[in-house]
T-cell receptor
Framework: DQQVKQNSPSLSVQEGRISILNCDYT??????FLWYKKYPAEGPTFLIS?????DKNEDGRFTVFLNKSAKHLSLHIVPSQPGDSAVYFCAASALDYGQNFVFGPGTRLSVLP | DADVTQTPRNRITKTGKRIMLECSQT?????MYWYRQDPGLGLRLIYY???????NKGEISDGYSVSRQAQAKFSLSLESAIPNQTALYFCATSDPTSGRYAGELFFGEGSRLTVL
């Protein structure tokens, strides 16, 4: 049973609009959450993180929101650009995993010009 | 040059063959990892090593073994490859004292393995 879920395998958004990628988790012990971005033929690269003591973290066009009671986080990209087209992975960690990360299955974002 | 280098990038082999995927890094990180990516399943941890003398099993270690030859080198072996080990394999490193986020993973470009 997956502990980190990304229920939308794919998402298409028009350039300039907002992209919202969602992630749900089941383990209440997770205390750090990261988003990774992956282009074809490349390894994933770190995008943004959030600690469980916060409910929002912002970095330029990217904002991550955390709702601990719902065990839900979301990544907002505003405005979306064609270069944002990639697969986005949500990842979570907890002390009882030795601070190793559990990854979701990913969401493929396509930003249409 | 990439900080985390994986070889080979692509490999096709037959069932029962022994395969080694190699990873080397120039980041000076103590922690190294091997992940496997399958469609719909994301990245799953196979093995990880926090230093040269430390090897730990991850979520899906069965059928795999690893060797940490030096701080900079971490190899993944499939002793007798089977078709359901067909996947994209990623090596990663981390250093809890550096990066934009402590514990951030730095990935190689991946090794695509096909077992016929």
């Amino acid at each position: 049973d997956q502990q980190v879920k990304q229920n939308s395998p794919s998402l298409s958004v028009q350039e300039g609009r907002i992209s919202i990628l969602n992630c749900d988790y089941t383990n209440s012990m997770f205390d750090y959450f990261l988003w990774y971005k992956k282009y074809p033929a490349e390894g994933p690269t770190f995008l943004i993180s959030i600690s469980s003591i916060k409910d929002k973290n912002e970095d330029g066009r990217f904002t991550v929101f955390l709702n601990k009671s719902a065990k839900h986080l979301s990544l907002h990209i505003v405005p979306s650009q064609p270069g944002d087209s990639a697969v986005y992975f949500c990842a979570a960690s907890a002390l009882d995993y030795g601070q190793n990360f559990v990854f979701g299955p990913g969401t493929r974002l396509s930003v249409l010009p | 040059d990439a900080d985390v280098t994986q070889t080979p990038r692509n490999r096709i082999t037959k069932t029962g063959k022994r395969i080694m995927l190699e990873c080397s890094q120039t980041k000076g990180h103590d922690r190294m990892y091997w992940y496997r990516q399958d469609p719909g399943l994301g990245l799953r941890l196979i093995y990880y090593s926090f230093d040269v003398k430390d090897i730990n099993k991850g979520e899906i270690s069965d059928g795999y073994s690893v060797s940490r030859q030096a701080q900079a080198k971490f190899s993944l072996s499939l002793e007798s490859a089977i078709p359901n080990q067909t996947a994209l394999y990623f090596c990663a490193t981390s250093d809890p004292t550096s990066g934009r986020y402590a514990g951030e993973l730095f990935f190689g470009e991946g090794s695509r393995l096909t077992v016929l």
